[in-house]
């Protein structure tokens, strides 16, 4: 079992539709991270959480501790927005690296 | 905004050559770390260093791998032997400080025929 499950694996959204993309893991963590993959490659870090709730222009990530679960929320979306949303955690037991979950791909159409 | 670069950005070699993956992290930055991600598969961690020394490695990161930072700005990642299982891409990332936001680097894509 992966340590970091991320759903849906695949979600296709029209312009300007709420989307939300969850992520749960199984390990202690102390932080999660909201990162976007665009298509040439590059990965561009979006959040980094350890509580509660952060927003981002019209990005929302919210992760709950007790239920080791994470959404991230886009709002009024855009076909800018396509890419791969991948979700990563900084495990209690293991330094900094990151473990990454297999990522989300968002396809919005105009 | 400063950035993380790379280079190449692209890398084709035969197998059993080696390869030196360079990056330059952002200046201030203290931790750095490689990750890669094999074609249609999640990033995977290989290394982090700090101070001039690795801190953390995982299990691919075997003999086969070595990491330097040869002066004050790169940091490389050397493969001495490649294998065909070595194509992917590599991303280096820096962070100020450990269990803070990593900044990517925008990959090396390696191709090992």
């Known amino acids: 079992k992966n340590e970091v499950e991320q759903s849906p694996q695949n979600l296709t959204a029209q312009e300007g539709e709420f989307i939300t993309i969850n992520c749960s893991y199984s390990?202690?963590?102390?932080?999660l991270h909201w990162l976007q993959q665009h298509p040439g490659g590059g990965i561009v870090s979006l959040f980094m959480?350890?509580?509660g709730k952060k927003k981002h222009g019209r990005l929302i990530a919210t992760i709950n501790i007790q239920e080791k679960h994470s959404s991230l929320h886009i709002t009024a979306s855009h076909p800018r927005d396509s890419a791969v949303y991948i979700c990563?955690?900084?495990?209690?037991?293991?330094?900094?690296?990151?473990?990454f979950g297999e990522g989300t791909q968002l396809t919005v159409n105009p | 905004e400063p950035e993380v670069t790379q280079t190449p950005s692209h890398q084709v070699t035969q197998m059993g050559q080696e390869v030196i993956l360079r990056c330059v992290p952002i200046?201030?930055?203290?931790?750095f770390y490689w990750y890669r991600q094999i074609l249609g598969q999640k990033v995977e961690f290989l290394v982090s260093f700090y101070n001039n020394e690795i801190s953390e490695k995982s299990e691919i990161f075997d003999d086969q791998f070595s990491v330097e930072r040869p002066d004050g700005s790169n940091f490389t990642l050397k493969i001495r032997s490649t294998k065909l299982e070595d194509s992917a891409m590599y991303f280096c990332?820096?962070?100020?400080?450990?269990?803070?936001?990593?900044?990517f680097g925008p990959g090396t894509r390696l191709l090992v025929l």
């Open positions: 200046s201030n930055h203290l931790y």
């Open positions: 390990v202690g963590i102390s932080a």
């Open positions: 959480l350890s509580s």
């Open positions: 990332a820096s962070s100020e400080a450990p269990r803070v936001g990593q900044y």
């Open positions: 990563a955690v900084s495990q209690v037991t293991s330094g900094s690296r990151l473990t």
